[in-house]
């Protein structure tokens, strides 16, 4: 099992729509999770962190779940401009050493 | 501004040169970091430094090497070992005491021709 896995999609929705993306991890002592948005050809920008159960900024609202060990990105009344690729990123667990570990991705397009 | 940044934008090299990659960061960070991205996959760690001269491999490291003699700096060298060298590579820093939030430059594409 991948470390991180996530559904690449593309998911195409119209604008306003609720879209979901869900992430698995497989080390079940992650305490910390994130979420970065990639648009094309640019670099990875911090989106949200999850510590607990869940986080809610404006729009967006990430949730974990411990027991199936899986995170999800939940965006409320999509814009254009959320059309770009959500990586999942979890902190890699390794004695000494602190990195991510990053998923491949779900790309969302956003169409008018 | 504080940032990161990473030259050039765009890297052109033939087969069986080395090429070096530049990353500088003026956020005061000890932790760098480099990832490798290739089309439709995650970023993979090639390798990272917490503080001045010492640095450790990451997951992808043969074919690669880093140095880093002053805190704001830490170039990569992508060597004629590499075999598939062609990607986008992304340079990370982050403060020691919270190495979960990382800022990235904005990335160079490097193609071999």
């Known amino acids: 099992r991948k470390e991180v896995e996530q559904d690449p999609g593309p998911f195409n929705v119209p604008e306003g729509a609720t879209v979901a993306f869900n992430c698995t991890y497989s080390?079940?002592?992650?305490?910390?999770f994130f979420w970065y948005r990639q648009d094309c050809r640019k670099e990875p920008k911090l989106l949200m962190s999850?510590?607990?159960s869940g986080n809610e900024d404006g729009r967006f609202t990430a949730q974990l779940n411990r027991a199936s060990q899986y995170i999800s990105l939940l965006i409320r009344d999509s814009k254009l401009s959320d059309s770009a690729t959500y990586l999942c990123?979890?902190?890699?667990?390794?004695?000494?050493?602190?990195?991510?570990?990053f998923g491949s991705g779900t790309r969302l397009q956003v169409q008018p | 501004d504080g940032g990161i940044t990473q030259s050039p934008k765009y890297l052109f090299r033939k087969e069986g040169q080395n090429v070096t990659l530049s990353c500088e960061q003026n956020?005061?960070?000890?932790?760098m970091y480099w990832y490798r991205q290739d089309p439709g996959q995650g970023l993979r760690l090639i390798y990272y430094?917490?503080?001045?001269?010492?640095?450790q491999k990451g997951d992808i490291a043969e074919g690669y090497s880093v140095s880093r003699e002053k805190k704001e700096s830490f170039p990569l060298t992508v060597t004629s070992a590499q075999k598939n060298p062609t990607a986008f590579y992304l340079c990370?820093?982050?403060?020691?005491?919270?190495?979960?939030?990382?800022?990235f430059g904005p990335g160079t594409r490097l193609t071999v021709l």
């Open positions: 990370a820093s982050s403060s020691l005491a919270d190495t979960d939030t990382q800022y």
């Open positions: 956020l005061n960070h000890d932790a």
């Open positions: 999850v510590y607990s």
């Open positions: 080390n079940s002592a992650s305490q910390s």
């Open positions: 990123v979890v902190p890699n667990m390794d004695t000494g050493r602190r990195a991510l570990t």
């Open positions: 430094s917490q503080i001045v001269n010492d640095f």
